[in-house]
């Protein structure tokens, strides 16, 4: 699934900019800090705080929708950067569409959640807001991904190793579970937390800005 990208004409962006392009990544979250910094140069990161991310019950697409809307209402938005990202990702549960499953906060709730999770499919999904010429650029995306039906040794050794904290569904594509889960349908960047329309777009943002300098 996919919302409608925001496309700004060469002019828009670059008439009060310098280069490099400045962005803030407005979450604490490590993997995705590390997803921008492979892509560009000008990063800086910080976390917002409280941000209620409870939402009624409804379908996930639309549940990670709200959160990211939220977030991006909290951030404060300042002549420091060209562009400000907000993200949020969530796992929805393979035997229920409107049951998210979110950061567990303890190893009872990660190992209930890997639980549910093994030997089966299930949805990934994602939002990003990217804040740019005074505009918002948002994006939702899901992702499918499948995850063996690993033995409860496997499962222990998950828990133990604690890849499972501050990742949505108990587990990080990118870690340990890597190794038992595939991506069936969609991009890898959505399950790691950023949707791919918006690294594209981000993508397009720094040909803009390169192009400007010369």
């Known amino acids: 699934m996919k919302l409608t990208l925001i496309l ?5 962006v670059v008439s009060s900019t310098r280069w490099p392009m400045r962005i803030l990544l407005a979450s604490a979250s490590e993997r995705r800090g590390a997803i921008l910094s492979e892509r560009f140069s000008n990063i800086q990161q910080k976390a917002l705080n409280d941000v209620d991310e409870s939402v009624p019950r409804d379908t996930i697409s639309e549940q990670v929708r709200q959160v990211v809307s939220r977030k991006a209402v909290a951030v404060q938005l300042d002549d420091d950067y060209d562009v400000v990202i907000v993200a949020d990702t969530l796992v929805e549960d393979p035997d229920d569409e409107r049951d998210a499953l979110g950061k567990p906060d303890s190893k009872e709730e990660a190992t209930t959640m890997l639980l549910r999770l093994r030997g089966g499919r299930h ?3 994602s939002a990003t807001m990217v804040h740019a010429a005074g505009k918002w650029h948002t994006s939702v995306e899901y992702a499918l991904v499948e995850i063996e039906n690993f033995s409860d040794d496997v499962l222990i050794e998950l828990i133990e190793s604690e890849s499972w904290v501050g990742k949505a569904g108990g ?13 069936v349908e969609g991009s890898e960047s959505t399950v ?14 720094q040909s803009l800005f390169s192009m400007s300098r010369s």
């Open 8 to 12: 700004f004409e060469k002019s828009d």
């Open 123 to 125: 949805r990934v999904w």
């Open 171 to 183: 587990y990080d594509l990118a870690g340990m579970m890597g190794q038992y889960a595939k991506l």
């Open 192 to 205: 790691l937390g950023f949707t791919q329309s918006s690294l594209d777009y981000l993508e397009e943002l």
